[in-house]
């Protein structure tokens, strides 16, 4: 659990030096679209507070006491760089419920309330994992400048995001805004090469 996206993509640049089997995130937007979802509301029991965002990271190995090794690592490395606020560590069904909230999120963004909606354009822009935190945060920006908010989701392990501005497409404003903000969104990704 983190107290914002880019603190949680700081936190991936560590925790992938521990060949992790999955390391997802989900962002506050769509954290909050769960809230009122009675099936993944039983699927949040893991949440804690009111996070910004969380990654999912998941280990695996022979046996539990390895599988326990292994997660402790990656937790006190977060620690040690002053990453996350809460670490809670899942077995087995609970684990299936987490990644069911996960899959859920991207569905239940058509739920927002109002006429503005995630609107997927920056659906696969990848870059190195070690340069994810600073592209999104070049992006942050650059959404700010258009004074614009983003949905911040998925293969963050990977060094892909599906980044979704909330915008109103039923507006000719929005509808520029949607081909400048991609349009940016390629050239900055290009500039790191991704």
């Known amino acids: 659990h983190f107290t914002s996206v880019n603190e949680s993509l700081r936190a ?4 992938m030096k521990h060949n992790l089997y999955m390391c997802e995130l989900m962002d506050k937007t769509i954290l909050d679209c769960t809230k009122n979802n009675r099936e993944q509301l ?9 996070p910004e965002a969380i990654l999912m990271l998941e280990v695996r190995a022979n ?34 419920k987490a990644i069911r909230l996960r899959k859920a999120g991207l569905g239940l963004l058509g739920n927002i309330v ?47 995001l599906h980044l979704r501005p909330i915008l109103n497409l039923k507006k000719g404003e929005d509808i520029k805004l949607f081909r400048q903000i991609t349009h940016q969104t390629a050239l900055l990704v290009k500039k790191y090469g991704g």
Do not use: S
């Not at 039983?42 to 009111?50: P, Q, Y």
């Not at 390895?66 to 684990?95: R, S, W």
């Open 42 to 50: 039983k699927n949040r029991f893991f949440i804690e507070g009111d």
């Open 114 to 160: 109002g006429d503005k909606k995630a609107v997927p354009c920056i659906e696969d822009t990848a870059v190195q994992v070690v340069d994810l935190p600073d592209y999104i945060e070049e992006f942050t920006t650059m959404m700010d400048e258009f004074g614009q908010k983003a949905v911040y989701y998925a293969h963050a392990g990977a060094g892909e």
């Open 12 to 15: 991936v640049v560590h925790a």
């Open 63 to 96: 046996n539990l006491e390895n599988t326990e090794a292994l997660a402790n690592n990656v937790i006190d490395i977060l620690k040690e760089h002053n990453l996350g606020y809460a670490f809670p560590i899942l077995f087995n069904d609970d684990i299936d």
